[in-house]
């Protein structure tokens, strides 16, 4: 039997779940070959109960996402967050600054009181998740191999070490030495340092490092006259979660 | 005595979260409710204190279909606000990135969202065992877009390269002419597309319904212009306001808007009805064989007016590179004078005009932001073609009816998320 995979979204742009679409020709016949996709909303009807493998897309903000997590946590023998915004917290962490009331006042105006909203959460936040697809989006090549993975029965093989290492090996000119802020020092690789590479700097979308060397980055701060508050303005818009709680 | 219950709770195929609900006896309608249940996301209020370099990055997440729609308004309102003028050769980089998203999402939702419907099946997996070879084509074809975005962006799912004033990075002009070939091929793959519509039938339903889009005088517009409407003429973006007109429905949806009448219409329906006139000829000429003329009155029609734009971006995209490849690229200035102030920017997105309002203080740091969503535009257009469509068939079985309602909000290609602002909905 080959096992079931289910995609399920929660609070997000849903862009993950379109990536994993982005596919040649061959490579959907044979992922479809080795798995079921039993659950698929975003481009299919039909709709099972029963899978093996979950992936979770989006932020929990709603009160009401958490029993629904919960249920497929329960139901799924392997839960796999997917994307920056389920692994990390993401974009939508970005309104946990702001009292609850005021963000919806902000938007809604008089009407606030129809919305239901809490503090924005990754998927981990609320239940054990087993194994983690990063970046806002992931690349397609990462969900495939930890696809391939879970088939096999290992463990997916990610990068731990920061993104400075992958910009190296593309033979990015630093962007300190561009005279702007980057995160890449204590950011996850696994990108190829894409944003680098593409003229611009690290935003953190993969989140930080197990060990980050906090210290280091300070010196390099120093080093190009930047301060920590820059950094941090940065860091906030993918990481306020792990800057929040900590 | 007949009864009618439908109830679809979270339409598939579709970016988002919505519901349809319906109950009638005797064939009297007592509820008909198009209901959509996204999560807020108050971007809005995210937006608010960011540095003006963040702001299209932030916007950009809004939705991961028309992310380079919401990028792009995005750094026109910022243009807008500072007082930049980007160059021409940002304006063409800019056109053509913009035409890979809305070949991306056009094919993602002919090809994968509303072809399963056309064909009998609940999902594009099915096709790969009936329709190989559509599937094929149809993979093809959205990763040629993807390259496209790519080569210019750095990436199709929320763009890199594309900033306020220009491009961080320039695509390589070889790189440019390999994907020119792809693009000839496309055109191709889109008249078999055509091929594959013109059999199928599409549910005869006219409604007529205010039209509203952008409109510039120089080409088909989707990243500049006016607001155009079929009821009320042309409007300076600075009116959006008394033309969207947005309010709450606390009994069901999303903020709702409406101009002259009870609702219109936005998108490739939209946009095709009002400047058909300025399609390329290869675009027209596919009009002509799906038995497109404008004005058209049939939201199932939608499908059809998005093929037909395929076929103009392809198009349009070799005109561009030509011209690129003609003039070279140059290394620009990017730097950025910020300053106090307001800007407006305006786009189509794929699925119809988008507004991004942003207020800055003289740091470039933004202090105020309003963003009107296409999709929130065509919710209540939604609703009214349901109570149209309803008392036509509701003598067909519920299944029936059922599927036909879930083909009218897939012809919308409806993309909830985006509904930046949208209300929580209590069931009875």
């Known amino acids: 039997m080959k096992p079931k995979v289910a995609f399920f979204d929660f609070t997000g742009c849903e862009g993950c779940q379109l990536d994993a679409l982005n596919l040649e020709g061959e490579e959907l016949l044979d992922l479809l070959n080795a798995v079921d996709i039993v659950n698929f909303r975003e481009v299919k009807t039909e709709r099972e109960d029963s899978y093996d493998i979950a992936f979770v897309e989006g932020s929990i903000t709603r009160e009401s996402e958490i029993p629904r997590l919960q249920k497929i946590r329960n139901q799924a023998k392997v839960v796999v967050a997917l994307g920056a915004c389920a692994c990390i917290g993401g974009i939508n962490c970005l309104k946990n600054h702001l009292p609850m009331e005021d963000a919806l006042r902000i938007v809604y105006g008089e009407d606030a009181k129809y919305y239901d909203t809490i503090p924005a959460r990754p998927a981990d936040a609320v239940i054990p998740v087993d194994y983690y697809v990063r970046g806002c989006p992931p690349t397609t090549a990462e969900l495939l191999k930890v696809i391939k993975a879970l088939l096999l029965g290992k463990k997916p093989d990610i990068p731990s070490y920061p993104v400075c290492v992958e910009c190296k090996m593309a033979g990015n000119v630093c962007v300190f030495e561009r005279g702007m802020t980057c995160l890449g020092p204590v950011i996850r690789a696994g990108c190829g340092a894409i944003c680098v590479t593409s003229g611009r700097h690290c935003w953190g979308c993969r989140g930080l490092v197990e060990d980050p060397n906090v210290d280091s980055e300070k010196d390099i701060l120093q080093k190009y006259g930047l301060t920590v508050e820059q950094v941090v303005e940065k860091f906030k818009i993918f990481n306020t979660y792990a800057e929040v709680t900590k | ?428």
Request: net charge negative; aromatic share 6%.
């Open chain 2, 1 to 428: 005595m007949k009864q009618v219950n439908v109830n679809v709770h979270q339409v598939s195929r579709v970016e988002g979260h919505g519901n349809i609900v319906l109950n009638a006896k005797d064939g009297k309608i007592e509820e008909l409710r198009w209901e959509v249940t996204e999560s807020p996301r108050l971007f809005e209020a995210m937006f608010r204190g960011r540095y003006y370099e963040d702001v299209p990055h932030i916007a950009s997440r809004i939705c991961g279909i028309c992310c380079i729609a919401h990028t792009t308004a995005s750094i026109q309102a910022t243009e807008a606000a500072f007082g930049i003028q980007p160059s021409e050769q940002t304006l063409l980089l800019r056109r053509l990135l913009y035409n890979a998203e809305i070949l991306e999402s056009h094919i993602l939702h002919i090809l994968f969202l509303a072809a399963p419907d056309f064909l009998g099946v609940g999902s594009v997996f099915p096709l790969v065992e009936t329709h190989k070879d559509v599937v094929v084509m149809a993979l093809r074809l959205k990763k040629l877009a993807y390259n496209l975005a790519e080569l210019i962006a750095g990436r199709k799912t929320h763009p890199i390269s594309c900033i306020v004033g220009g491009f961080a990075k320039l695509p390589d002009l070889g790189e440019l002419k390999a994907i020119r070939g792809r693009l000839e091929n496309a055109l191709v793959d889109l008249d078999t597309t055509v091929e594959l519509f013109r059999t199928l039938s599409i549910p005869d339903f006219n409604r007529e319904t205010e039209y509203i889009a952008l409109k510039d005088p120089k080409e088909y517009a989707f990243i500049s212009g006016e607001i155009a409407s079929t009821d009320a003429g042309i409007a300076p973006l600075s009116n959006y306001l008394e033309v969207t007109n947005e309010f709450c429905v606390p009994h069901s949806t999303a903020k709702y808007t409406k101009n002259k009448r009870d609702s219109y219409m936005v998108g490739a329906l939209a946009r095709f009805n009002i400047n058909h006139e300025q399609l390329l000829p290869r675009a027209k000429r596919a009009a002509k064989e799906l038995g497109l003329s404008a004005p058209c009155h049939n939201p199932f029609m939608i499908t059809a007016a998005q093929i037909v734009e395929s076929v103009h971006v392809v198009q349009d995209s070799l005109n561009i590179i030509d011209q690129i490849l003609a003039r070279g690229l140059a290394e620009e200035d990017n730097t950025v004078k910020v300053r106090a102030g307001r800007g407006i920017g305006a786009v189509e997105a794929p699925r119809g005009i988008l507004f991004h309002d942003y207020t800055y203080d003289d740091n470039g740091v933004l202090t105020k932001a309003n963003c009107i969503i296409p999709t929130n535009q065509n919710h209540n257009n939604i609703q009214k073609d349901m109570e149209g469509l309803v008392p036509l068939i509701l003598s067909q079985p519920e299944d029936e009816i059922r599927h036909t309602l879930e083909m009218l909000v897939r012809a919308y290609d409806p993309c909830i998320s985006c509904s930046a602002h949208s209300l929580k909905v209590t069931f009875k």
